[in-house]
Nanobody, 124 residues
Framework: QVRLVESGGGLVQAGDSLTLSCAAS????????MAWFRQALGKEREFVSA????????TIADSVKGRFAISRNTAKNAIYLQMNSLKPEDTAAYYC?????????????????WGQGTQVTVSS
Protein backbone atom coordinates (compact mmCIF):
# COMPACT_ATOMS: atom_id res chain seq x y z
CA GLN A 1 0.00 0.00 0.00
CA VAL A 2 1.22 3.48 -0.86
CA ARG A 3 0.27 6.47 1.27
CA LEU A 4 0.43 9.93 -0.26
CA VAL A 5 0.20 13.18 1.68
CA GLU A 6 0.02 16.54 -0.05
CA SER A 7 0.90 19.89 1.44
CA GLY A 8 1.60 23.46 0.39
CA GLY A 9 -1.78 24.66 -0.79
CA GLY A 10 -3.23 28.01 0.19
CA LEU A 11 -4.78 31.30 -0.84
CA VAL A 12 -2.66 33.44 -3.16
CA GLN A 13 -3.13 36.31 -5.56
CA ALA A 14 -2.95 36.11 -9.33
CA GLY A 15 0.65 36.16 -10.48
CA ASP A 16 1.99 34.60 -7.28
CA SER A 17 3.90 31.35 -6.98
CA LEU A 18 3.27 28.29 -4.84
CA THR A 19 5.00 24.95 -4.41
CA LEU A 20 3.05 21.80 -3.60
CA SER A 21 4.69 18.78 -2.01
CA CYS A 22 3.66 15.14 -1.96
CA ALA A 23 5.30 12.77 0.51
CA ALA A 24 5.03 9.08 -0.31
CA SER A 25 5.38 6.15 2.06
CA UNK A 26 4.68 2.43 1.95
CA UNK A 27 5.84 -0.06 -0.65
CA UNK A 28 9.11 0.27 -2.60
CA UNK A 29 8.83 2.94 -5.23
CA UNK A 30 10.86 1.90 -8.23
CA UNK A 31 9.45 1.56 -10.83
CA UNK A 32 6.57 3.92 -10.12
CA UNK A 33 5.09 6.96 -11.79
CA MET A 34 3.71 9.85 -9.77
CA ALA A 35 1.51 12.67 -10.90
CA TRP A 36 -0.48 15.75 -10.00
CA PHE A 37 -4.12 16.15 -10.89
CA ARG A 38 -6.53 18.93 -10.00
CA GLN A 39 -10.25 19.25 -9.62
CA ALA A 40 -12.11 22.54 -9.67
CA LEU A 41 -15.51 22.82 -8.04
CA GLY A 42 -18.14 21.19 -10.23
CA LYS A 43 -15.62 19.92 -12.77
CA GLU A 44 -13.95 16.60 -13.49
CA ARG A 45 -10.52 15.80 -12.17
CA GLU A 46 -7.89 16.71 -14.76
CA PHE A 47 -4.27 15.81 -15.34
CA VAL A 48 -1.59 18.38 -14.55
CA SER A 49 1.79 16.68 -14.69
CA ALA A 50 3.54 13.33 -14.19
CA UNK A 51 7.09 12.14 -13.52
CA UNK A 52 8.80 8.77 -13.49
CA UNK A 53 10.49 7.93 -10.23
CA UNK A 54 13.86 8.07 -11.90
CA UNK A 55 13.00 11.63 -12.85
CA UNK A 56 14.19 11.05 -16.39
CA UNK A 57 10.79 11.53 -17.97
CA UNK A 58 8.05 14.07 -17.33
CA THR A 59 4.94 15.30 -19.05
CA ILE A 60 2.74 18.32 -18.39
CA ALA A 61 -0.66 19.56 -19.50
CA ASP A 62 -0.77 22.27 -22.13
CA SER A 63 -2.88 24.45 -19.84
CA VAL A 64 0.00 24.87 -17.38
CA LYS A 65 3.02 24.40 -19.64
CA GLY A 66 5.56 27.15 -19.11
CA ARG A 67 4.13 28.03 -15.68
CA PHE A 68 4.21 24.77 -13.71
CA ALA A 69 7.06 22.31 -13.24
CA ILE A 70 7.17 18.87 -11.60
CA SER A 71 10.20 17.49 -9.81
CA ARG A 72 11.11 14.74 -7.37
CA ASN A 73 13.46 14.02 -4.49
CA THR A 74 14.03 10.28 -4.30
CA ALA A 75 15.91 10.57 -1.02
CA LYS A 76 12.81 12.08 0.59
CA ASN A 77 10.31 9.95 -1.38
CA ALA A 78 8.64 13.14 -2.49
CA ILE A 79 7.51 14.98 -5.58
CA TYR A 80 6.81 18.66 -5.98
CA LEU A 81 4.78 20.96 -8.20
CA GLN A 82 6.24 24.42 -8.64
CA MET A 83 3.47 26.74 -9.78
CA ASN A 84 4.32 30.18 -11.12
CA SER A 85 2.23 32.99 -12.59
CA LEU A 86 -0.89 31.55 -10.99
CA LYS A 87 -4.25 32.45 -12.48
CA PRO A 88 -7.74 32.37 -10.96
CA GLU A 89 -8.54 29.43 -13.27
CA ASP A 90 -5.84 27.42 -11.47
CA THR A 91 -8.08 27.39 -8.40
CA ALA A 92 -8.74 23.74 -7.53
CA ALA A 93 -8.01 20.93 -5.15
CA TYR A 94 -4.69 19.43 -6.19
CA TYR A 95 -4.16 15.71 -5.79
CA CYS A 96 -1.04 13.58 -5.81
CA UNK A 97 -1.34 10.15 -7.44
CA UNK A 98 0.87 7.12 -7.96
CA UNK A 99 0.90 4.02 -10.11
CA UNK A 100 3.29 1.01 -10.13
CA UNK A 101 4.15 1.60 -13.76
CA UNK A 102 7.03 3.31 -15.46
CA UNK A 103 4.86 5.01 -18.04
CA UNK A 104 3.64 8.60 -17.96
CA UNK A 105 -0.08 8.00 -17.68
CA UNK A 106 -2.37 11.02 -17.93
CA UNK A 107 -5.74 9.48 -17.11
CA UNK A 108 -7.28 9.30 -13.65
CA UNK A 109 -8.15 5.62 -14.14
CA UNK A 110 -4.48 4.68 -14.60
CA UNK A 111 -3.52 5.66 -11.06
CA UNK A 112 -4.01 3.32 -8.12
CA UNK A 113 -3.11 5.51 -5.17
CA TRP A 114 -4.33 8.98 -4.28
CA GLY A 115 -3.72 11.57 -1.61
CA GLN A 116 -6.44 13.56 0.13
CA GLY A 117 -5.70 16.72 -1.81
CA THR A 118 -4.62 20.26 -0.98
CA GLN A 119 -6.65 23.33 -1.90
CA VAL A 120 -5.17 26.08 -4.03
CA THR A 121 -7.20 29.27 -4.36
CA VAL A 122 -6.03 32.10 -6.61
CA SER A 123 -7.75 35.44 -6.21
CA SER A 124 -7.89 38.01 -9.00
Amino acid sequence: QVRLVESGGGLVQAGDSLTLSCAASGRPFDPITMAWFRQALGKEREFVSAITWSGNFTTIADSVKGRFAISRNTAKNAIYLQMNSLKPEDTAAYYCAATPSGRLWVKVAEYDYWGQGTQVTVSS
